[in-house]
């Protein structure tokens, strides 16, 4: 069941608040928006719709993908803010793994951080298949952390892990 009720503007994008009962998946619609280097990618989910500070789990079970790990924020880091000051989604701890429910073929991420970005991809075994990627980045006194945009092909891949020893955010993922 979705409640939609409007609030005040406090700076937030929108004024509806959407709430999920009951634990279950919120069914949304396929939104397209452009993202600086996803343009022309596929479907890309919508981060924005989500409510900040919300555990991200299987609201995108819809597009066939579940989340673990992950929580939606408007980051408060200037240094991992974006462009389009949109919602991102952030480890709780370390690590945000991405089963995959369905075969997909292939998939973009932009990601942003200052130190290293391990991305892992494991088959329905739970064997690591290609790709594995580390993104080397090292801490700079800059005032943003360096975006890092990733396409994979996903033959065989059930489960994405990244994971980093620092905070990190992925603020999109396209199919």
Do not use: C
Request: charge should be positive.
């Amino acid at each position: 069941m979705l409640i939609n009720f409007a609030a005040p503007d406090h700076g937030f994008k929108s004024n509806q608040v959407n709430f999920r009962l009951s634990g279950q998946a919120v069914p949304r619609p396929p939104v397209a928006r452009n993202w600086r280097g996803l343009e022309g990618a596929g479907q890309i989910l919508p981060f924005h719709q989500l409510s900040p500070y919300e555990p991200v789990d299987t609201q995108f079970s819809a597009w066939g993908l579940e989340f673990e790990g992950a929580i939606a924020l408007y980051p408060s880091n200037p240094s991992f803010a974006t462009a389009f000051s949109d919602l991102v989604l952030m480890p709780v701890v370390s690590t945000i793994t991405i089963k995959l429910l369905k075969p997909l073929h292939s998939a973009s991420l932009q990601l942003r951080g200052h130190h290293e970005i391990r991305l892992k991809a494991l088959d329905a075994r739970g064997n690591p298949v290609p790709p594995t990627k580390t993104f080397h980045r090292r801490y700079t006194e800059a005032s943003k952390a360096p975006q890092e945009t990733i396409s994979l092909k996903l033959r065989r891949v059930r489960t994405l892990t990244l994971q980093s020893s620092s905070p990190f955010v992925l603020e999109a993922f396209s199919l």
